[in-house]
């Protein structure tokens, strides 16, 4: 079992940044992959931003030049800096960890992005 725990949330104007932050606990050595998914309104959970094991990285094409995912493998944290934020950015954020056998999900947290 992983546990994830958020944090780094809020309320900024369009243009600004945020940075989230993800601890992991628990069976952290079988962790391989981790990152972040959103969710706003109506919309289906897509993928922000992941980052293996080694520090390979994608981004969805929404994010990307605007979005820095980094894990900290000592630490066991996984951060989201993103700058240039947009009104449709605005969702509800969620940390992910995969063992290969298991996915397991942070709680979320609120980024809202006032135009």
């Known amino acids: 079992q992983v546990q994830l725990v958020e944090s780094g949330g809020g309320l900024v104007q369009a243009g600004g940044s945020l940075r989230l932050s993800c601890a992991a606990s628990?069976?952290?050595?079988?962790?391989?992959?981790m990152g972040w998914y959103r969710q706003a309104p109506g919309n289906e959970r897509e993928l922000v931003a992941r980052?293996?094991?080694?520090?390979?990285?994608n981004y969805a094409d929404s994010v990307k030049g605007r979005f820095t995912i980094s894990r900290d493998n000592v630490k066991n944290t996984v951060n989201l800096q993103m700058n240039s934020l947009k009104p449709e950015d605005t969702a509800v954020y969620y940390c992910?960890?995969?063992?290969?056998?298991?996915?397991?999900w942070g709680q979320g947290t609120q980024v809202t992005v006032s135009s």
């Open positions: 628990g069976s952290i050595a079988s962790i391989n992959a």
């Open positions: 992910y960890s995969s063992t290969g056998r298991s996915r397991y």
């Open positions: 980052i293996s094991s080694v520090g390979s990285t």
